[in-house]
């Protein structure tokens, strides 16, 4: 069985972006990323994939907030299955997937998320943990479906809320984790011990 061919879209800083690919060339993960999209053009994560040679792609400037015009995502669908992407990955990527990539990367798009799901889910869930007093947080990686951040968990890694901690340094615990977490799931994907709905690859 080939390599996974990987699509990796987020809106910010590209940490776990970053943490995906040297996973894959330090622990030979059978995957490579090749392509790399954002919603925002000042977003650190294609200056992070322009150092790698990888192909990089801008969406549209949508009127929305929170989403995407459908247009725009059909654009975005387009562009990934150009590039015979098997599997898109959301990393810090902070728009509600819709339809035409729902329906396209249907059983093929996982999100990493800064919570223990079905805790806090949606924007900033590590100040939503600390604010509810939780002993732990953590992060999740699951499929991606119509509900927000409520596919299929595939893999979970926990983490201590300690007593002094701030956002900021409970946040930067979490995306430890995250950066653990995410090359696991992609390297059981890869492998094909963490089961598809239909593998692409066949």
Known sequence: MRGLRLGVLGSGQGSNFVALAKAIERDRIPAEIVWVGSDRAEAKILEHAKKLNLPRVVCRKSNFRTKLEPEIEEELALALEKARVDLLVLAGYMRVVKDPLLRKFEGRMINIHPSLLPAFPGLRAWEQARMAGVKEAG????????????GEILRQETVPVLAGDSAESLHGRIQEAEHRCLPQVVRGLAEGKIPWSEDPRK
Do not use: L
């Open 139 to 150: 992060c999740t990686v699951h499929w991606v479906n119509s509900q927000v951040d409520g």
